[in-house]
């Protein structure tokens, strides 16, 4: 959850004599005025009519009946680049058309449909995924590399014209996410 300090400190209760409205209310509204500067700085964006397979950055939600994830809302990319992301988490949720239970920031597709709903596509898990698994060759790829460049090895390559067994293969981009998809399905 993307919730800032400030934030999570109103969902306290506070029980006795000791509390103070005064300055609970003031941090309310420093809270709100953040968000607020944001959404008149976005205004343009949020009243543009949102294009089909475009990208954006925002929030989703799933709507359990009908089995599809919907933009709930989005932010222009200079605005999310000038606040932090607390905030920018903030001001989503808050501004938000359904309310959501984990609120975070993903690069979403849009994809409008039939009914002229907004359904997306999160960006966001695809490119964990790829990142994560180009880690793992990437390693991989500096093992070969270094079993390579042993004297055995290279001695190996002159005679014969090929590395030996297990280093003629160079790990890459090409196919490294089939071992994946093969073990989920």
């Known amino acids: 959850m993307c ?5 999570q400190r109103q969902h306290v209760i506070i029980t006795g004599d000791e509390y103070d409205t005064s300055e609970n209310d003031s941090i309310d509204s420093m809270v709100n005025d953040d968000y607020e500067d944001i959404f008149d700085e976005d205004q343009d964006h949020l009243d543009i009519d949102k294009a089909d397979g475009n990208y954006y950055i925002g929030m989703q939600a799933y709507v359990p009946y009908r089995h599809i994830m919907l933009i709930t809302n989005s932010i222009s990319a200079p605005t999310f680049f000038k606040y932090s992301g607390n905030r920018i988490c903030g001001y989503l949720y808050r501004y938000s058309v359904i309310r959501v239970s984990n609120p975070s920031i993903d690069i979403i597709k849009l994809s409008i ?4 709903s907004y359904s997306v596509i999160t960006k966001t898990h695809w490119l964990r995924l ?3 698994t180009w880690k793992r060759v990437y390693q991989e ?9 042993k004297i055995s090895s290279q001695r ?3 005679l014969h ?8 293969y160079m790990p890459s981009l090409r196919g490294m996410l089939c071992p994946s998809f093969i073990e989920t399905h």
């Open 3 to 7: 919730m800032s300090q400030r934030e």
């Open 113 to 116: 449909l039939p009914d002229d």
């Open 130 to 132: 790829v990142q994560r």
């Open 141 to 149: 790829r500096q093992k070969v590399l270094i079993n390579r460049a």
């Open 156 to 158: 190996h390559f002159e």
């Open 161 to 168: 014209g090929q590395y030996p067994y297990g280093l003629n």
